[in-house]
């Protein structure tokens, strides 16, 4: 091939190239258009659904509670010292911040943790 038919080559591959491009770019309007109006035919869905409504809706008290610490680690408030230490190594090993999680998770977990280990009625 020679150095001619290279560069007309190379200036073909690049008109398909710009056209194509102009194409797609023409077409995202449609495509835009087309999303929306699939996304107002989807049924509607509350977090309720999608969440779940085990899981307390609400944040911290400024004081830890026996309600607040069994909510955390997801027992009962009258649950014995083998369900607390069994709840807490399953909520900490999926919040460990060595892992990815929050510290300051980690650290409310240990103290519902602590609180319900030393207060129990």
């Not at 083998?82 to 998770?105: C, E, Q, W």
């Amino acid at each position: 091939m020679s150095k001619a038919s290279s560069v007309i080559a190379a200036g073909l591959g690049l008109a398909v190239l710009g056209f194509g491009g102009r194409y797609v770019l023409r077409q995202m309007p449609n495509v835009a258009k087309t999303m929306q109006e699939a996304m107002k035919a989807m049924p509607k869905i509350d977090a309720e659904t999608v969440v779940g409504s085990k899981y307390y809706k609400g944040g911290f008290d400024p004081k830890m509670s026996r309600r607040e610490a069994a909510l955390i680690l997801g027992i009962s408030p009258t649950s014995n010292k083998t369900k607390i230490k069994d709840a807490f190594k399953k909520v900490m090993s999926v919040n460990h911040p060595d892992r990815g999680g929050s510290p300051y998770l980690a650290a409310k977990i240990n103290e519902a943790k602590d609180y319900l280990e030393n207060n129990k009625s």
